[in-house]
């Protein structure tokens, strides 16, 4: 595979335009006050995580000792006197807790993280490599109890996730060199990689729980819990954030160019391998932080339905992102809150919220998402 050439970044989106392609700038935009909506909306956006971020910061400052450690305990109790804040208006007594408001600051993180890469994944036919991640996530997380029950560590749940970020990093690599390296249809390595690592971590679990307890509850890895996300976990979270994004805007062109035509990103010499690893590596970072909100179960709705929702309604892909993003936080908002509030699992409500929002994109649309390919 031929090395990225001086200029292939900037050349890119030309590339798929000349070719018979289109870029985003082909899509009508949209008119009235819609475009200021969206991109206000997208700054309240981008605000809300800076602040979440914050949070995660005075969070682990408030751990140190000195001065530090002083402005830390400062910074976070602001928060906790916003929850109060929110708490009073909203008649609860739950959102100034510490574990409620690492879990917001997760479930927003996850948010803006998981749909910038999950708009890429829908519009190259790649949703069920988010479910076949998780599930290797799920396998990590089971082979980190027994690590956990064999070095005697305590297997906090920032571990655990730790663990299945290097286990989904590799499978998402092994994953991509199997289908590049076998015959059969694209979907059968990812079928069997689905099955076998789900199986590993049914044979791992079974079998580490009567010999290495630890206290953590498996079953909200499964079905997602606001519960198990600890000042570890929230931080991990908070650095992968800013790593993904960052990627995400570096990369934004390559991304687009092997996402709507491959072929041509290989004939103007661009590392499509290169790119693709680094999607898929991606992918898996975002299914790992989305579990501990999601569950594995449902993590692949977080990164498919948001973007699905957007792909009805926007004139380009460069909406689809915003849109989705949007259309992501509603969901964890919304659907967050209702859990905390009622003691709900935190990934059935969040998904459920995206999925109304998708019917409705469906019904005001009046069109297929298949309209918004650029080919």
């Known amino acids: 595979m031929s090395q990225d050439t001086a200029d292939p970044a900037e050349e890119s989106t030309d590339a798929v335009t000349e070719s018979g392609g289109a870029t985003t700038e082909r899509f009508p935009q949209s008119g009235g006050l819609r475009q200021p909506l969206e991109y206000l909306g997208l700054g ?3 605000l809300l995580a800076v602040a979440m971020v914050a949070l995660v910061a005075f969070d682990w400052l408030q751990t140190l000792s000195g001065p530090l450690g002083g402005v830390g305990e400062a910074g976070f109790g602001l928060y906790e006197e916003a929850g ?3 708490d009073s208006l909203l008649g609860t007594n739950v959102f100034w807790v510490s574990t409620t408001l690492r879990a917001v600051a997760t479930g927003v993180l996850v948010g803006v993280m ?6 890429f994944l829908v519009h190259r036919q790649m949703a069920l490599i988010g479910e076949t991640l998780a599930h290797t996530a799920f396998a990590g997380v089971a082979i980190g109890v027994v690590v956990a029950g064999v070095l005697g560590l305590s297997g906090s749940a920032g571990q655990l996730v730790l663990v ?3 286990v989904s990093a590799l499978a998402a690599l092994g994953l991509q060199w199997l289908t590049a390296h076998t015959d059969a249809y694209g979907d059968v390595p990812i079928a069997i990689t689905l099955a076998g690592s789900f199986a590993l971590a049914t ?7 009567g010999n290495f307890p630890v206290a953590i509850d498996i079953r909200g890895f499964l079905f997602g819990s606001h519960a198990i996300v600890t000042a570890g976990g929230a931080r991990l979270i ?3 954030t800013v790593v993904v994004v960052a990627l995400v ?3 934004y062109k390559q991304f687009l160019f092997i996402t709507f035509d491959e072929q041509a990103a290989r004939v103007a010499r661009l590392n499509v391998r290169r790119y693709n690893s680094l999607l898929i590596v991606m992918t898996a970072v975002v299914v790992v932080g989305a579990m501990q909100i999601l569950g594995v179960i449902l993590v692949a709705g977080m990164l498919v339905i948001p973007s699905a929702a957007a792909s009805q309604v926007a004139g380009s892909f460069r909406e689809v992102l915003v849109l989705s993003v949007l259309f992501g936080q509603v969901s964890v908002l919304v659907g967050l809150g209702t859990a905390i509030i009622w003691s709900l699992p935190s990934g059935g409500a969040i998904i459920l919220v995206g999925v109304c929002l998708y019917l409705a994109t469906v019904a005001v649309s009046g069109r297929s998402a298949g309209q918004l390919s650029t080919h």
Do not use: D
């Open 164 to 166: 299945a970020l290097v």
């Open 238 to 240: 908070g650095v992968l």
């Open 114 to 119: 998981a749909l910038l890469v999950g708009a």
């Open 44 to 46: 309240v956006t981008a």
């Open 84 to 86: 109060r804040a929110l």
């Open 249 to 251: 805007v570096l990369n």
């Open 203 to 209: 044979l791992v679990i079974s079998w580490g729980e």
